[in-house]
């Protein structure tokens, strides 16, 4: 059964730093795996998208890394910013469609 | 890009009201859609996938008597949360896949407050 896990659970830095955000899956057979960016009580924002075949992605100050063979995924955001405030999930494509989420990373960043 | 509209965004009932949230692909077709549950501090939780033109297929542990789904067109799927009761209480939230897209496309998702 897959399981997909996000560490830290919560993250608070200054403005300015770089963010590192963590997703371990114990099941390397997936179809991709994506970055979410969820705000309060509203819903999600795709950031990227991993393909199984890809060891990373970058979109401006967001780069994502996949190792697929230890099941491991890296969300990296440069030069963080206030607004960069929010809950990021993972998610892994295990069929079509069908995605299995982290429990999130909750990420303030205070001026 | 792609636009999936969800509402209400949020709903209170009565404890054995029924509750329907509905969610349409605005600019294009989903033969698929999925909807998802989350508890306060949990994972997003997949309950079942919706066909369009037939029956829904429900995750082990979610009772499809319960959380009726109709996929009635390629545009909308509607979830409806029969005889809700307190512990129904949850964040639901629906994605769509356009077809040949690799990306899933989320509504913003319904808060459902049953007292």
């Known amino acids: 059964k897959q399981e997909v896990t996000q560490i830290p659970a919560a993250l608070s830095v200054p403005e300015g730093e770089n963010l590192v955000l963590n997703c371990s899956f114990t099941?390397?057979?997936?179809?991709?795996l994506q970055w979410f960016r969820q705000d309060p009580g509203k819903g999600l924002t795709s950031l990227l998208l991993?393909?199984?075949?890809?060891r990373e992605q970058t979109s401006g100050r967001l780069n994502a890394s996949l190792d697929k063979s230890s099941g491991r995924s890296t969300l990296y955001i440069a030069a963080s910013q206030p607004g960069d405030s929010a809950t990021y999930l993972c998610?892994?494509?295990?069929?079509?469609?069908?995605?299995?989420f982290g429990a999130g990373t909750q990420v303030v960043v205070t001026p | 890009g792609a636009v999936v509209s969800q509402h209400p965004s949020w709903v209170i009932c009565k404890s054995g009201t029924s509750v329907k949230i509905e969610c349409r692909s605005l600019?294009?077709?989903?033969?698929?859609m999925f909807w998802y549950r989350q508890f306060p501090k949990q994972s997003l939780m997949l309950m079942a996938t919706?066909?369009?033109?037939?029956?829904?297929?429900?995750e082990q542990g979610v009772e499809k008597d319960k959380f009726l789904i109709n996929h009635a067109s390629l545009t909308l799927s509607t979830l409806t949360v029969t005889s809700a009761h307190p512990e129904d209480s949850s964040f639901y939230i629906c994605?769509?896949?356009?077809?040949?897209?690799?990306?899933?496309?989320f509504g913003s998702g319904t808060q459902l407050s049953v007292l």
């Open positions: 099941d390397s057979a997936i179809y991709n």
């Open positions: 991993i393909q199984s075949s890809q």
């Open positions: 600019d294009f077709q989903a033969t698929t």
């Open positions: 998610a892994v494509n295990r069929s079509w469609g069908k995605l299995q």
């Open positions: 994605s769509a896949q356009d077809s040949g897209a690799e990306k899933l496309f």
């Open positions: 919706s066909n369009e033109g037939s029956k829904a297929t429900y």
